[in-house]
Nanobody
Framework: EVQLVESGGGLVQAGGSLRLSCAASGFTFSDYAVGWFRQAPGKEREGVACISKREGATYYADSVKGRFTISSDNAKSTVYLQMNSLRPEDTAIYYC?????????????????WGQGTQVTVSS
């Protein structure tokens, strides 16, 4: 059974940092793309940052380039999202997801396995 468990969300002031972690189990971690997505109230879920060790590829949404960094530790089957220079507009529920296939994409519909989400709130 594939499981993804996020941690590290919370409340932070604008300009601050947070690091999200996602512990994965139930699949060969290096086989699939893994990504971070977010959904703010009234908005669609969007890809924030994705990584594929298999493809050697990463993706960042334009809104987070230069501020967020995605990384993964295959030995721990864990993917991280380091978020710096946070802004109020980064406030959302952040989800970790694994694709479940061998194609690299940043589109939420391409990801078959999802964590429960963790709330990130950035105050101004």
């Amino acid at each position: 059974e594939v499981q993804l468990v996020e941690s590290g969300g919370g409340l932070v002031q604008a300009g601050g940092s947070l690091r999200l972690s996602c512990a994965a189990s139930g699949f060969t971690f290096s086989d699939y793309a893994v990504g971070w997505f977010r959904q703010a109230p009234g908005k669609e879920r969007e890809g924030v940052a994705c990584i594929s060790k298999r493809e050697g590829a990463t993706y960042y949404a334009d809104s987070v380039k230069g501020r967020f960094t995605i990384s993964s530790d295959n030995a721990k089957s864990t993917v991280y999202l380091q978020m710096n220079s946070l802004r109020p507009e980064d406030t959302a529920i952040y989800y970790c997801a694994a694709s479940g296939n061998y194609y690299f994409s940043h589109r939420p519909e391409s990801y078959g396995y999802w964590g429960q989400g963790t709330q990130v709130t950035v105050s101004s």
